[in-house]
């Protein structure tokens, strides 16, 4: 299967479970075949949480343990690729690493210690309200994002080939919120704005639950799994494979740096977001079934790509303008490459 024809049967099947995600579920298909996490903003009842569960319903079941429990050893006999595909996280200010990636529990029949592991070993882990967390289970997600490890009692052990995180937050409610570090954001391949849908989305999504649609049934919306986690992995060394001329990345590195440079700007995005640029890139020309990059897949990547990474000053921002401002005047700005 190539990415195209992924992208293309991933899209249409997803039909019947979302409405109106045209311009955000394509950029979590992406991050899933380009390795990277998501960050995404918007107000509750948006379907954030439904566009994660629906991508890990594409994905086919991996196998369990086994001895088919809830733990696996530890050291070198440890278990890599076994997890669920889907795992919802709820952040709360009391919620402790251990919460996230599970501890050592002692069996006393067997006076041995066993891993039980927590929800991050998972393909696609949902950290719901993320900025609700305080800053020591915050590091313990940005190893996992980071490294694709964790560290449980000093012990590194990995996570699932397949891992992505996607995070939620609300843009509205700030109160018992912990705003997340620069280095934290920086994290995140992606950063998506879910606002809300049209009258005529709204009306089709309440026809939709009418007839009998219910998040915890994807099946019967017709989602149902179209690739594996070798298939994952065949898919990501396909885009790994696209074509990338130099003057498209002397483009990516000049739009990355006139981040740090525009007036509005007190820091830009670092050379990371040029990195991202160009797997981002990658991947939306494998989607359009090109093994080449131009400079319009560059263009549609970078607002999701950037958005996260610009810190306005104060000024610009009493003034209304926003980081998608200013990466819009960027773009029309840098010359593109013939």
């Known amino acids: 299967m190539t990415p195209k024809e992924f992208y293309d049967a991933a899209t249409e099947r997803v039909r019947g479970a979302l409405v109106e995600a045209e311009s955000t579920f394509p950029f979590l298909i992406a991050a899933l075949l380009a390795g990277g996490n998501v960050l995404v903003e918007g107000v509750p009842g948006t379907a954030k949480t439904l566009m994660a569960r629906v991508l890990a319903q594409l994905l086919a079941p991996d196998s369990p343990a086994p001895d088919g429990s809830n733990s696996i050893g530890t050291g070198a006999g440890a278990v890599a690729g076994v997890g669920e595909r889907f795992k919802r996280i709820q952040f709360t200010p009391d919620l402790m690493p251990s919460d996230i990636v599970g501890t050592n529990v002692y069996n006393a029949s067997t006076s041995t210690f066993a891993l039980r592991r927590g929800p991050i070993f998972a393909s696609i882990v949902v950290a719901d309200e993320i900025n609700r967390a305080p800053a020591k289970t915050q590091s313990a997600l940005l190893e996992a994002m980071e490294e694709r490890q964790v560290t449980i009692e000093g012990e590194r052990l990995p996570l699932p080939p397949v891992f992505m995180v996607v995070a939620t937050q609300n843009p509205v409610e700030f109160e018992g919120t912990y705003p997340l570090p620069e280095a934290q954001l920086d994290r995140f391949l992606f950063k998506l704005l879910v606002g809300y849908a049209s009258p005529e989305a709204e009306r089709e999504i309440v026809l939709l639950h009418h007839r009998g649609f219910t998040a915890g049934n994807l099946e019967a919306a017709g989602v149902t799994p179209l690739v594996d986690q070798a ?3 065949d898919l990501r060394r ?5 074509a990338l001329d130099t003057s498209i990345v002397e483009y990516m590195v000049a ?3 006139a981040t740090r440079t525009a007036p509005e700007a007190q820091y830009g995005a670092s050379v990371r977001g040029a990195i991202g640029l160009m797997r981002a890139a990658k991947a ?3 989607f359009a079934g090109r093994d080449y990059v131009t400079p319009d897949d ?3 990547a970078a607002l999701p790509v950037l958005r996260h990474r610009l810190v306005l000053r104060p000024e610009a921002e009493l003034d209304g303008i926003t980081a998608d401002d200013v990466i819009a005047r ?4 840098v010359p593109v490459p013939r």
């Open 231 to 233: 298939g994952v992995l």
């Open 238 to 242: 396909q885009i790994e494979g696209v």
């Open 255 to 257: 739009v990355e740096r």
């Open 284 to 286: 939306l020309a494998a």
């Open 298 to 300: 560059v263009k549609s």
């Open 330 to 333: 960027i773009l029309g700005n």
